[in-house]
């Protein structure tokens, strides 16, 4: 159903086709379809996030709590181009809102669906892909532990408590990941990098093949917030003890700003290489996209998780 929707923005086309089911899965938005008969008219995203009162417009202000108030956002939304001028888009608006409604008032079932003011058949809302379940994580089972611990939760997340945390995903290569997070402050213990910097991160770990040699899609708490990218390139080494913290490579900073973290909300990191091309989004934003250098394919390997300095719970699944 999906194949070939076009809506004449490459950016929210390839979102649909790309990016929505993933992060669907890791509970970072969630995006519903509009049909008309069997086929795909339209379609929508909502995100939850919040907002604090110095952020928020005059006119909502008075009675504001003080604290950060939480809000559902429409991320997205795109019309196929074989039905835009057709009042899908109004349909798809009305629906999107009254979803925010339903959420609110937690009665979702009975939300209206969208209609083509053209008195064609109505464009049913439905979300992407199967209903969304409790979020799930590859168990600690599959992983292989080279720095720290981790522990599985009673709810499946993994638990990363450890000022070093290192692990990768068995030993099959995938083309990407997808990291869900929640951060819970700093680790009770902290110690510095091998080049002698302090930071507190997690992040992705692509083409692992080991600790020598990989690229990184690191999240930045402190000192300096963002994401970053990294290839790290020791063909000939394999050990820390051999490598240290030598044959890295960055790459230039992210296109856009990643979300600040704040202590117990949800975020979402996913990384995908397609070729040699690399693409990151974060919260179901682009972040950066590049082509990376050759020394990324000298060696290939699984995904993998770090952490540094920090306690998290997180979930991490692959992406073929």
């Known amino acids: 159903m999906l194949d070939g929707f076009d809506c004449g923005n490459e950016a929210l086309s390839r979102f649909l086709l790309r990016f929505a089911f993933q992060n669907q899965q890791a509970n970072a938005s969630q995006t519903y379809l509009g049909l008309a008969e069997d086929k795909l008219a339209g379609f929508y995203t909502l995100v939850v996030g919040?907002?604090?009162?110095?952020?928020?417009?005059?006119?909502?202000?008075?009675?504001?709590?003080?604290?950060?108030?939480?809000?559902?956002?429409?991320?997205?939304?795109?019309?196929?181009?074989e039905y835009q001028g057709q009042g899908v888009g109004k349909g798809l608006l009305k629906d999107a809102m009254q979803m925010c409604l339903c959420w609110l008032l937690m009665s979702c079932a009975s939300a209206a669906m969208p209609t083509v003011d053209n008195g064609?058949?109505?464009?049913?809302?439905?979300?992407l892909g199967i209903a969304r379940e409790s979020e799930t994580s590859i168990p600690t089972s599959e992983l292989r532990v080279d720095c720290g611990q981790i522990e599985q939760m009673a709810d499946g997340a993994l638990s990363l408590q450890d000022a070093c945390v290192r692990a990768t995903v068995g030993q099959t290569p995938h083309r990407?990941?997808?990291?869900?997070?929640?951060?819970?402050g700093p680790s009770e213990h902290e110690v510095s990098l091998a080049s002698g910097e302090w930071r507190r991160q997690i992040g992705i770990r692509l083409r692992a093949h080991d600790t020598c040699n990989g690229v990184y899609v690191m999240w930045h708490l402190a000192p300096r917030a963002g994401i970053f990218v990294s290839v790290k390139s020791n063909p000939d080494l394999r050990t820390h003890a051999q490598c240290a913290?030598?044959?890295?490579?960055?790459?230039?900073?992210?296109?856009?700003?990643?979300?600040?973290?704040?202590?117990?909300?949800?975020?979402?990191?996913?990384?995908?290489?397609?070729?040699?091309?690399?693409?990151?989004?974060?919260?179901?934003?682009?972040?950066?996209?590049?082509?990376?250098?050759?020394?990324?394919?000298?060696?290939?390997?699984?995904?993998?998780?770090?952490?540094?300095?920090?306690?998290?719970?997180?979930?991490?699944?692959?992406?073929?």
């Open 50 to 81: 919040e907002v604090t009162m110095e952020d928020a417009p005059e006119r909502v202000k008075k009675g504001l709590a003080r604290h950060p108030s939480p809000l559902m956002l429409l991320a997205r939304m795109g019309v196929s181009t």
């Open 120 to 127: 064609s058949k109505p464009a049913g809302a439905l979300p």
């Open 176 to 184: 990407g990941a997808v990291l869900s997070f929640s951060y819970f």
């Open 245 to 320: 913290d030598h044959g890295y490579i960055f790459l230039p900073p992210q296109r856009a700003s990643a979300p600040t973290v704040r202590i117990g909300e949800r975020h979402t990191l996913e990384a995908r290489i397609e070729g040699h091309y690399l693409e990151v989004m974060a919260d179901g934003k682009l972040i950066w996209e590049g082509d990376l250098p050759g020394q990324a394919f000298l060696l290939d390997g699984p995904v993998g998780i770090r952490s540094d300095n920090g306690r998290f719970h997180a979930t991490l699944s692959t992406m073929d």
